[in-house]
């Protein structure tokens, strides 16, 4: 498991650049030292990631690894970037760029760049770039450490100080996040997951070594970065297009190349957090009434089926793969926008959606979706990505393209009615001994399709399960007087121990009213 608390919360031409004060030297005399300049593309980028596949891996060497031990959760905490040395701060980019400090849990250093009219001139770090206290420990790194991460800030020139707000952050070996039009952010991304929850083996996390600015012409709204990948099964090159608007959008082109055979590599990798929701009540485990960045998992399939897998917290680890081929979208979303349902002032309510769309054709394969058990809030314990159906052998190369969404919604909903809560309870009658080794499962549904039935039409429910047996099955519309609001709740009697793997969604006659609810059950927890 990750500890959250280790992580935070095209080209223009040189002439022109230069006239406006924009050119490396305006650069240095802004406070920021550059490198000597050398030529940059990214199919040269693409190239050196390939290149250096073919060649044993080699971990970038930590600079005083004593020093940055002593740079703890707090120490680190007190290191801040000077805002008035953020790369663009007077432009052209309407979004500044800071910098992370390295630390004990940020120890490898990433080289940054900026790049103009396709010269790259790398930013040497200095102490002298960062707020900090005369006794920290930071004072005794070498020169030119190099940095652990980067943010953008928001637009100079918009509503929000920008010096105070930012809209994304890389930090973390391939780890990344953005907010969304909530303006919170929670869940992350990254670029490559290895061996996630692989029997026998530790995951690796690979590195983003080497990050890329290309100077913006004036007032753009996007930003493109490059990042180079470095691990010791696979070596790649990232490309990100990213464009602030209500939500952020991302623009992803990524190419890597294996070192090594890999047992599962997951491709647009999602994190997120998920400890309890009203799903199931377990006494006294926290004074919150819920606590997750997100509550499921949604998946619109290549053959155009609209899922939705609310998220556990099981007894061990488990992995789920929903077999496909060519996906039109996968993503784990917060749907849950209640307040009241989480009560606390760090807003759970507000964290984003994140919904991955694919560009062309990603072929066979699987969305795997791994959960982890935890005990609090502080571990990223979900994982959902994309995993090929073939394996993957040292000496083969992929590329692979998507668009991230991070939002609030997904960002094409269902015309179909959602799910919007799951609910479990002994099952049984009230008033009557509650059979033992029974579950009552309430599944709520809300959409268009079920405010247009006729009067007095319920919908039928249509109910499988990998094992056991389904009774006190009804379907009634929730007393709320909200139109197209329904609810389903059915017994399960089932014996053993094993997960069940159930589903429901609701119809009326032929016609499917619903997108189909997924969920696996653990009897004996």
Not at 16 to 33: E, H, I, T
Not at 168 to 176: D, I, M, N, P, T
Not at 476 to 492: M, S
Request: hydrophobic share 40%; with cysteine.
């Amino acid at each position: 498991m990750i500890n959250r608390r280790q992580f935070l919360q095209t080209a223009t031409a040189t002439a022109a650049l230069a006239a406006q004060g924009f050119s490396a030297p305006a650069l240095a005399q802004q406070g920021l030292k550059m490198g000597a300049s050398s030529p940059f593309s990214f199919d040269d980028l693409k190239k050196r990631a390939q290149s250096m596949a073919r060649s044993s891996y080699l971990a970038p060497p930590s600079p005083s690894p004593e020093v940055l031990h002593q740079i703890d959760y707090d120490a680190h905490g007190k290191i801040r970037f000077k805002t008035d040395l953020a790369l663009w701060a007077n432009g052209p980019s309407e979004f500044p760029v800071t910098f992370f400090h390295l630390g004990r849990f940020f120890q490898k250093p990433v080289r940054m760049h900026v790049v103009e009219g396709g010269q790259a001139r790398e930013i040497i770090y200095d102490s002298n770039y960062f707020d900090m206290p005369a006794d920290s420990p930071a004072h005794k790194l070498p020169d030119n450490s190099g940095f652990a991460g980067f943010r953008f800030q928001e637009a100079r020139t918009g509503k929000l100080d920008w010096r105070r707000n930012d809209w994304v952050a890389f930090l973390g070996a391939s780890y990344f996040r953005a907010i969304g039009e909530l303006y919170q952010y929670g869940l992350s991304a990254r670029g490559l997951a290895v061996d996630v929850a692989v029997f026998g083996k530790s995951e690796e996390f690979p590195d983003f070594t080497h990050v890329y600015f290309e100077t913006p012409q004036p007032g753009s709204n996007t930003v493109t970065v490059y990042a180079l990948l470095d691990g010791p099964s696979v070596a790649g090159a990232y490309r990100f297009v990213m464009q602030r608007a209500a939500a952020v959008i991302m623009d992803i082109d990524s190419a890597v190349y294996m070192r090594q055979d890999v047992s599962r590599l997951g491709l647009a990798p999602l994190t997120s957090m998920y400890w309890y929701s009203e799903k199931a009540k377990t006494t006294a485990i926290d004074w919150r009434p819920e606590i997750h960045d997100s509550d499921g998992l949604a998946l619109w399939t290549g053959a155009g089926e609209r899922i939705w897998r609310p998220l556990n917290n099981p007894p061990r680890i488990i992995t789920s793969a929903f077999a496909d081929e060519n996906p039109k979208g996968f993503g784990l979303l917060q749907r849950d926008r209640n307040f009241d349902h989480y009560l606390d002032g760090v807003y759970y309510d507000r964290r984003p959606s994140l919904w991955i769309e694919p560009q062309g054709a990603w072929g066979r394969g699987s969305v795997q979706l791994v959960e982890i058990p935890t005990d609090d809030e502080i571990h990223d314990n979900i994982v959902a990505m994309w995993v090929p159906a073939e394996p993957v052998r040292a000496g083969q190369a992929l590329e692979l393209r998507y668009r991230m969404h991070w939002s609030a919604e997904e960002p094409y909903p269902t015309p179909l009615a959602r799910v919007i809560a799951t609910r479990l309870g002994n099952g049984g009658q009230a008033g009557t001994n509650r059979p033992k080794g029974v579950r009552k499962f309430m599944v709520e549904f809300i959409g268009q399709p079920l405010t247009k039935l006729p009067s007095g039409v319920i919908p039928n429910p249509v109910l499988t399960a990998s094992r056991g047996e389904f009774s006190n099955i009804l379907t009634e519309a929730v007393p709320n007087n909200v139109p197209g609001h329904w609810r389903t709740q059915f017994d399960l009697t089932v014996t053993g121990t094993e997960p069940v793997e159930m589903r429901c969604y609701l119809r009326n006659g032929d016609e499917v009213l619903s997108e189909t609810w997924l969920y696996q059950y653990h009897p004996a927890f």
